[in-house]
Structure formats: structure tokens, C-alpha cells
């Protein structure tokens, strides 16, 4: 379905038991993911949601999807309707199912089939806290996760949050897929440094398929 990949080379690491991290895999469908990305947040725009706890996340969001993760004084949950429209989410484009499921099946997951899709906008600055991703119904599934823009330091912890972390860097094209002893893992990202990335400008996005509901 997609070109190959000229500039990069696919390159698979094991960073701990159950992930898998293939850099450069996205690039085979760089154009596509670039596209899907504009439609989604121009249907959806990029918001910056209220933690629980009243905190304006550094991170802007967007989902697409039949379900999208949401975050207000409420708590976290997954939600079929964008609450800034009302209106369901954007579809979830064929091109990331694709992507993530070629991601998945390739660390060991089958038939992989993704219902919610985040969209995370880091500038220069922005960061995610540890943190670990239990909102969705099956814990057995993996998340796919694909980095596009400027690098960023990935942080890998432990089932705890107290454990030391372990710095992954994370670039444009890199996919990430997290399952089974991973998946509990907290995890998060250093504040993002200024740069300039040829296609995407000040910004790393960061596309996350779930199986949510
Ligand atoms: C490890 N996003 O959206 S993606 C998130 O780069 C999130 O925007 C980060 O954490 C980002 O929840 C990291 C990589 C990732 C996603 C989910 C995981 C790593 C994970 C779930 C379990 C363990
Ligand atoms: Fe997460």
C-alpha cells in the first residue's frame, strides 16, 4: 500500500519486555499521516483540556475515532461526542488502522483494531507527566504510538510511579508499539525543546491507537 522508505531505515529495538519500538516506520506513509492530521484537527480542533485536579494540560489534544479521550474537573474517560462540538469524533482514517495494525502484528499482536485515536500537540515547552493509560476496557490490547515532528525524550517507568525512569528519544517517524508487560508501565514526556522541524514547524505531534471501548 505505501512507498518505501528511503530516507530511514526501519531499525527495531526492544527498549523493555513488551514494547517495541520500529524507528522510522511512519515515514512509509509520511504524506497520508500528515494529511489525516490536518483533517482530524480541523474537524476537531486542538484544545488544551482541564486536568481533574483544575490544570490547564500543557498539551493541546484532539481524538478521532468512535471514542476520544477526555479530561475535565470530572476525571478522565473516553467519550463518543467531542464535548467542544458536541458532534461525534472525526473517523478514524484507514491509513493509521492500517499503520497501527502492520505496527502491532509486527511485536506479536494480531488482528489489532484500533477505536480511538489521540492526537497530543507538543510546542517547545510542553510535557506529559508520568503517568499510566488505564482508562480502556481491555488492558490485553496494545497502544500504538507514533511520533511525527520535533524529538522529544520519552519517559519509561515502572508499575510504580516512584521507579526511575528510562529516556527513550523519539523522532519524527517513529512508531511505538506497547503491550503485555508494558503496557501497565508509567510513562510520559520531558518538556519538548525549541527546533524547527522541516515538515511540522515548532511542534511534535504524537498519534496514540487504542482499543478503547
Ligand atoms: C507506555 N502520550 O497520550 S506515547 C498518551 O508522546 C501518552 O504524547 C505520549 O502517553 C506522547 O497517553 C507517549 C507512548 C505511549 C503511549 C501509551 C503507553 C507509551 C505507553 C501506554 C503504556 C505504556
Ligand atoms: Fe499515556
Request: net charge positive; with cysteine.
Amino acid at each position: 500500500m505505501f512507498a518505501a522508505a528511503e530516507h530511514r531505515q526501519n531499525w527495531r529495538e526492544t527498549p523493555l519486555p513488551g514494547a517495541l519500538l520500529l524507528r522510522g516506520f511512519a515515514l512509509q506513509a509520511e504524506a497520508e499521516l500528515l494529511a489525516a492530521v490536518e483533517a482530524i484537527t480541523a474537524a476537531a480542533p486542538l484544545r488544551h483540556m482541564q486536568t481533574p485536579g483544575g490544570q490547564r494540560m500543557s498539551v493541546a489534544l484532539s481524538n478521532c475515532g468512535a471514542l476520544g479521550w477526555v479530561s475535565d474537573r470530572a476525571g478522565y474517560r473516553y467519550s463518543a461526542l467531542d464535548p467542544d462540538s458536541g458532534r461525534p469524533w472525526p473517523a478514524l482514517p484507514a491509513v493509521l488502522a492500517e499503520l497501527a495494525g502492520q505496527a502491532a502484528a509486527a511485536a506479536g499482536f494480531a488482528d489489532f483494531c484500533p477505536d480511538a485515536c489521540l492526537v497530543n500537540r507538543y510546542v517547545p515547552g510542553a510535557r506529559m507527566g508520568l503517568h499510566q493509560d488505564r482508562d480502556e476496557r481491555d488492558l490485553r490490547q496494545p497502544i500504538v504510538s507514533i511520533s511525527l515532528g520535533l524529538p522529544a525524550l520519552f519517559l519509561f517507568g515502572g508499575l510504580q510511579r516512584s521507579e526511575r525512569a528510562l529516556r527513550v528519544p523519539l523522532g519524527h517517524g517513529d512508531v511505538l508499539v506497547w503491550g503485555g508487560p508494558a503496557r501497565l508501565r508509567y510513562h510520559g514526556v520531558l518538556a519538548l525543546k525549541e527546533g524547527e522541524h522541516p515538515r511540522l514547524g515548532a511542534q511534535r505531534i504524537n498519534l496514540t491507537l487504542r482499543r478503547a471501548g
